[in-house]
């Protein structure tokens, strides 16, 4: 990316995070070749700070992880679609800084999550934006399940603009579907790393409101025009982050560490290590895209809700797209469906995770 670009980006973006607010754009901007998936491992943050690991049961010694990240101190973002990237990200030397985040109207933030679904919702709308309206199917890769993302084929609007603005919200939704199902998963015995279990992170409740965040920062920069090249989006992608987290009310690093101490023993136990699952106290299990970050004990501002339409311009989503979820080589404790999963069964299956999960007796 050249130098030039990120001082482009550095100009306050017009991003709209009212929950009822649906944007369109005037014109059909140019958009980037369809992009690789994104696969790197860009760590998420387990809830708490100054956290210590433990393998196979014992002790890292040295190891701390920090966790907290102030907001102007986020650094590049970087689209996510290498194992280059991921390892970078695993060896802190990406160029991001991910962490998380106090915010007065969002709870705690996790970054991670935020660029997660961000990359996610890109990567759809590249493969989307030009073949709206075709029958295809689109394949990430595995989590726990085979997921398929299912477009069928119906006429889209005559309007370059309307296809284009379609295709950015039909994009969103989609992502954050995967967003929901990654929080299935991982509570269900998804493994990323064999042997490293990620119960820990699953329903954390700080990560779904992130992945909302994300979704809605990139249907803003597609329809603002700015992802026509991945060093565009990037730059623009760095911009918006800080400019929503300070939206939301984003605290400095010393007041996210203080918030995390007034919750320990309640949301989080500090003397158990990542990866025990009951480091993490309180969970979030609501699915859904209409969401308020998860209520923080004395917090007094009032919360600002995130959402995402099930249509536009005349067209219901569902009729559109699916996310389907067929059976994988390893389902884990996740019951195989009888054909496939869909959103629709999410509810159901938070709920059977929250009956299981009751941190033991102190």
Request: a neutral charge.
């Amino acid at each position: 990316m050249s130098a030039a670009a990120p001082l482009n980006a550095a100009l306050p973006l017009p991003i709209n995070l009212t929950a009822n607010a649906v944007s369109a754009t005037g014109k059909a901007w140019p958009v980037m070749p369809p992009l690789g998936e994104p696969n790197g491992l860009r760590p998420c943050c387990a809830f708490g700070y100054d956290l210590h690991a433990e393998l196979l049961g014992l002790p890292v010694p040295w190891y701390q992880l920090n966790n907290v990240v102030d907001v102007d101190d986020l650094g590049r973002h970087q689209f996510n679609d290498s194992m280059l990237t991921g390892f970078a990200n695993l060896t802190g030397l990406s160029r991001e800084n991910n962490g998380i985040v106090y915010t007065t109207r969002g709870g705690f933030i996790d970054t991670a999550h935020v660029r997660d679904t961000a990359d996610m919702t890109l990567y759809i709308f590249t493969h989307l934006q030009a073949r709206l309206g075709q029958g295809f199917t689109l394949q990430p890769g595995d989590e726990l399940a085979e997921r398929r993302l299912v477009f069928r084929r119906f006429q889209p609007p005559s309007s370059l603009a309307e296809r284009y603005t379609l295709a950015a919200w039909l994009a969103a939704r989609l992502a954050f579907q995967l967003a929901q199902w990654h929080e299935i998963a991982q509570g269900y015995g998804m493994q990323s790393v064999p042997g490293f279990s990620e119960a820990v992170s699953a329903y954390s409740p700080e990560d779904l409101y992130s992945n909302l965040l994300g979704a809605r920062l990139a249907v803003s920069l597609i329809l603002d025009g700015q992802v026509k090249s991945k060093g565009m989006y990037e730059a623009a992608m760095t911009t918006a982050l800080r400019q929503a987290l300070i939206a939301l009310g984003a605290q400095p690093a010393n007041a996210t560490r203080f918030e995390f101490d007034m919750l320990d023993g309640r949301w989080w136990d500090s003397k158990r290590r990542v990866p025990e699952k009951y480091l993490v106290l309180r969970r979030n299990y609501q699915m859904g895209d209409n969401r308020r970050a998860t209520p923080v004990p004395g917090e007094q501002t009032p919360p600002l809700t995130l959402a995402l339409p099930h249509g536009v311009l005349g067209y219901d989503f569902a009729s559109l797209a699916a996310l389907q979820l067929w059976q994988g080589h390893s389902m884990a404790q996740l019951p195989p469906p009888a054909s496939f999963y869909t959103d629709k069964d999410f509810a159901r299956l938070a709920a059977e995770a929250k009956k299981q999960d009751s941190p033991p007796a102190k």
